[in-house]
């Protein structure tokens, strides 16, 4: 993977959906190697160009995704300051980024 410089990135630019990559993970799970090469190249070339991607057949049952935008959703439905209490430290990346204040 290429690293580039912040002058060779480019601005940010509104997408639709249509644009966004759909993966099939299927071949990956199931496949050989010729098969987990492609689509992981397929997931690099998503992160690479676009940033985002749509991932299908990568077996997670529908009702555990269900759960987890649940989950998310009454996260996001707390008082500001009891999502602070999640959030993430610089000794722990990892958590709720509030924000930014203007």
Request: net charge negative; aromatic share 10%.
């Amino acid at each position: 993977m290429a690293t580039l410089a912040v002058d060779q990135t480019g601005a940010a630019r509104p997408m639709r959906a249509g644009e966004i990559p759909i993966i099939d993970f299927a071949p990956f799970r199931s496949g050989g190697a010729a098969d987990k090469k492609r689509v992981a190249a397929a997931i690099g070339e998503a992160c690479e160009t676009v940033g985002f991607m749509y991932l299908a057949g990568h077996g997670i049952p529908q009702s555990m995704v269900d759960d987890v935008f649940d989950a998310s959703a009454d996260f996001f439905t707390q008082t500001e300051e009891m999502k602070r209490q999640s959030a993430a430290t610089w000794d722990w990346y990892r958590g709720y980024v509030p924000p930014k204040e203007v």
